[in-house]
């Protein structure tokens, strides 16, 4: 496996690290090569993330994939996987993987206000039924059509800068549950009031 600073950080971006100072900070850090806990956690609630591939020539292409929370399994130690559900039909991705299997997770939580970028290598893998059986919620309507695995290289939790917060509905919710709850307790109260009164 490669040096996860060289994953992370080619000759180029390493030289300009030094030329600006910022170098000494990277220099003898210890990446995470493996799916933790705090990953696998983090994970679990997680409805969409960008993957990121490059054709054999260096043209790049993001590509955003949402699906149900946790949709992005860990299935070993340093191994995620999800399914490719129908899209768009371009097929970018799949064409940059079958030249190039260098790829790039980006995960943004607005809610937390936490950013992961996982650096690795993907796969296709069409016809695994075991697999989808693992990768599939099937309460969630989509139709997967593929699978796609990625091996980590390595990853890194960013700084929260920047990151305004946004929050899903889901996430709010049960805030807006306990409002409407404390709503109907006010009104029936203030019927109450009228009534007495």
């Keep these: 496996m490669s040096d996860p600073d060289d994953v992370m950080f080619s000759p180029t971006v390493k030289a300009e690290q030094t030329r600006l100072g910022s170098r000494a900070m990277f220099e003898g850090r210890e990446w995470k090569t493996e799916i933790g806990d705090d990953l696998r956690q ?7 993330f960008f993957l990121a591939t490059a054709s054999a020539d260096g043209r ?15 299935i070993g130690p340093r ?9 768009n039909r371009q097929y970018i991705t799949l064409g940059h993987l079958k030249e190039n299997d260098r790829a790039h997770i980006f995960i943004l939580h607005f809610a937390t206000q936490q950013r992961v970028k996982l650096w690795g290598r993907a796969r296709v893998v069409e016809n695994d039924l075991a697999l989808m059986e693992r990768l599939v919620d ?15 290289e390595a990853w890194d939790i960013n700084c929260t800068q920047h990151i305004v917060p946004r929050y899903s509905e889901a996430e709010i919710a049960p805030g807006i549950d306990k409002l409407a709850t404390r709503i109907r307790e006010l009104e029936e109260e203030v019927a109450r009031l009228k009534a007495d009164g």
């Design 60 to 74: 790049p292409y993001i590509q955003h994939r949402g699906g149900p929370p946790g949709f992005l399994k860990t």
């Design 138 to 152: 099937p309460a969630y309507r989509a139709r997967p059509q593929r699978a796609i695995v990625f091996a980590l």
């Design 42 to 48: 983090f994970l679990a609630v997680i409805d969409t």
């Design 79 to 87: 191994m995620l996987a999800f399914a490719d559900f129908a899209g």
